[in-house]
């Protein structure tokens, strides 16, 4: 999805609607629109006039979102059972139709590391399905054809153009297969930061507000742990690579440069 971010930059320059009006020749209503995100698209010649008046490059003015997003609020720890109740926080910036999914994680803790488990049986199987549809559907930008369609198509041709005497048809199908499960993990570790996030930020309230778990979560008072591993063992229906399971694994300052670059951006 393109969003335009002339107002941001128009406030940071401190140029009014009418300066920019005055100067480029285009309509208040024009740049309003622009700025705010109404207009269908934008002529060369205004993004031209535009551009050179305030002095800045094209990303500057015009940047690109992705059309799904989510985040992650854990709700609550049960210290003693060991399970993290969560909601998956869903957004669909193409027609505004968001949704906020529970689920449930089991989790070891041991010497400054905790596990998750991904999902306990708490978890609807529905719940399941949308949720690892969401974070699939991060990676690729038509929302018309979901990425497990995508993915399954593009094997099932290797297969069958697979020549068995043919090394490099072998060579080819073996890269995709690569490139496949890749982009799987790239796109799941995205979900497994933005849940590292909000356990340890839970853990940090549990401790202030006194829970004596929390309290006792690691020696010398810390509340964040030197790594987080995540284990998959649920996978869509129909994805390539569904009868194998995903782990990852996140230290601490994996952890805290994603935080820092999520911030800068």
Not at 22 to 28: E, F, H, V, Y
Not at 41 to 56: H, N, S
Not at 98 to 122: G, K, L
Not at 152 to 160: Q, S
Request: glycine share 2%; hydrophobic share 40%; no cysteine.
């Amino acid at each position: 999805m393109i969003r335009f971010s002339l107002k941001e930059v128009m406030s940071d320059k401190k140029v009014s609607i009418q300066e920019l009006s005055d100067n480029t020749g285009l309509s208040r209503t024009t740049i309003s629109n622009i700025s705010n995100n109404l207009a269908q698209g934008i002529q060369l010649d205004t993004l031209d006039k535009i551009l050179k008046y305030l002095e800045v490059s094209v990303t500057e003015i015009i940047e690109f979102q992705s059309d799904y997003s989510f985040n992650i609020d854990t709700v609550s720890i049960d210290y003693e059972m060991n399970t993290i109740f969560s909601k998956f926080n869903f957004k669909n910036h193409i027609d505004m139709q968001d949704a906020s999914i529970p689920f449930y994680v089991n989790f070891e803790h041991i010497n400054r590391m905790t596990h998750f488990y991904f999902f306990n049986e708490q978890t609807k199987d529905n719940d399941i399905t949308f949720i690892m549809a969401a974070i699939l559907k991060q990676g690729y930008d038509t929302p018309i054809q979901p990425i497990p369609d995508f993915l399954e198509m593009k094997l099932t041709d290797d297969l069958e153009n697979l020549d068995k005497e043919n090394p490099e048809s072998l060579l080819s199908l073996l890269e995709n297969v690569t490139s496949i499960k890749k982009l799987i993990n790239d796109l799941f570790e995205t979900f497994n930061f933005k849940f590292a996030l909000s356990f340890s930020d839970k853990i940090k309230d549990d401790y202030n507000s006194g829970n004596s778990f929390a309290l006792n979560w690691n020696s010398n008072n810390r509340t964040i742990d030197l790594a987080y591993s995540f284990s998959w063992d649920v996978m869509p229906e129909g994805l390539p690579l569904s009868d194998q399971s995903l782990t990852n694994v996140l230290t601490y300052e994996d952890i805290m440069n994603y935080a820092q670059n999520a911030i800068q951006n």
